[in-house]
Nanobody, 123 residues
Framework: QVQLVESGGGLVQAGGSLRLSCAAS????????MGWFRQAPGKEREFVAT???????YYADSVKGRFTISRDNAKNTQYLQMNSLKPEDTAVYYC?????????????????WGQGTQVTVSS
């Protein structure tokens, strides 16, 4: 059983930056594609970014050029660097792991989820 723990959320002004972290335990990190999703109040959970074991990345159009996903395989940790934040980025951000080897964008294809961390961007 893989456990995922997110950290790094908070309140930031529009245009600011935050870095989210997700520490994984209980599994072999190299077996998993990692991803970030977010869910705003009253909306469905949406894909943000994903990264394979070898570092191949894919982003939602809404965050491309502003967010950067990365992973430190030695530390079993993935990150989401969020720059130029907008009020519409406000959401609970979730870390997820999928036992696959290629890009995964569908929430239903992920096997494990963290508890989420709140990101609030004020205007």
């Amino acid at each position: 059983q893989v456990q995922l723990v997110e950290s790094g959320g908070g309140l930031v002004q529009a245009g600011g930056s935050l870095r989210l972290s997700c520490a994984a335990s209980g599994g072999t990190f190299s077996n998993y594609v990692m991803g970030w999703f977010r869910q705003a109040p009253g909306k469905e959970r949406e894909f943000v970014a994903t990264i394979t074991w070898t570092g191949i990345t894919y982003y939602a159009d809404s965050v491309k050029g502003r967010f950067t996903i990365s992973r430190d395989n030695a530390k079993n940790t993935q990150y989401l660097q969020m720059n130029s934040l907008k009020p519409e980025d406000t959401a609970v951000y979730y870390c997820a792991a999928a036992r696959r080897q290629w890009i995964v964008v569908g929430a239903g294809q992920y096997d494990y989820w963290g508890q989420g961390t709140q990101v609030t961007v004020s205007s």
